[in-house]
């Protein structure tokens, strides 16, 4: 399942009627429940307020108006479909006068919420450990160059040696013992749980 980091807007007006889809991260009902009070107060007036979230085990969807099943269960199809969790979809209707009949209707909540998952960053929770290694100062370089390819560095701590603290989601003692002539070895600390960003293919 893929999670966002930050909040993404779609903007789409058929027929004069104008639809702001707003996809953002949320854990729980409560958030869930502020991020929508949040969206009514920054799209004031509007004609429709349509959800649908998946947080867990937890999915729902509310058509807020609409004719029933032209709003909340497209969006929260786009979402299953896309694999997304600890999600809630919002689209804001701005009705322009014109009708667009139900299947109009499914088209557009559909669209505002594929445009908005498209212009948002996916994550994907890895598993990844991590460890410190210390060395001396005459091995910085060769261990910059392996932590830049293979591992996030997270910390340095330099002292009468530099010791480095990285995560990295594979063991890297193979390669520290190669580049140390098997002087050196990482130690473990934790396993963690990180948001890996995605590029998308539009």
């Known amino acids: ?3 966002i980091n930050h909040e993404a807007i779609s ?15 949320a854990s729980s009902l409560d958030e869930a429940r502020e991020i929508l009070t949040d969206v009514r107060k920054r799209y004031p007036n509007a004609t429709h307020y349509c ?14 108006g609409e004719p029933s099943g032209t709003a ?16 809630i979809m919002i689209v804001v ?3 322009g006068g014109t009708l667009l009949g139900t299947g109009g209707l499914v088209k557009a909540y559909q669209q505002s919420t594929l445009e908005a998952i498209n212009n948002a960053t996916l994550t994907l929770p890895v598993e990844t450990g991590q460890y410190e290694i210390t060395l001396p100062y005459d091995l ?9 390819k293979e591992a996030i560095i997270i910390d340095r701590l330099y002292d009468e040696q530099i010791t480095f603290i990285y995560q990295s989601e594979t063991d890297l003692a193979p390669q520290f013992q190669e580049i140390t002539n098997g002087q050196y070895a990482p130690v473990f600390q934790e ?9 998308q293919e539009n």
Not at 11 to 25: C, H
Not at 72 to 87: F, I, Q, S, T
Not at 140 to 148: H, T, Y
Not at 191 to 199: C, M, S
């Open 72 to 87: 909340g269960l497209p969006m929260l199809e786009c979402l299953r479909h896309k694999d997304l969790d600890n999600v």
């Open 93 to 95: 209707r701005y009705f």
């Open 51 to 64: 959800t649908a979230m998946i947080l867990g085990n937890i999915q729902r969807s509310n058509d807020d």
């Open 140 to 148: 910085i370089s060769k261990a910059e160059n392996l932590l830049q």
């Open 191 to 199: 396993t963690l749980i990180v948001e890996k960003e995605l590029v």
């Open 11 to 25: 903007e789409i007006e058929i027929k004069k009627s104008k639809f702001f889809g707003i996809l953002s991260p």
């Open 1 to 3: 399942m893929y999670h």
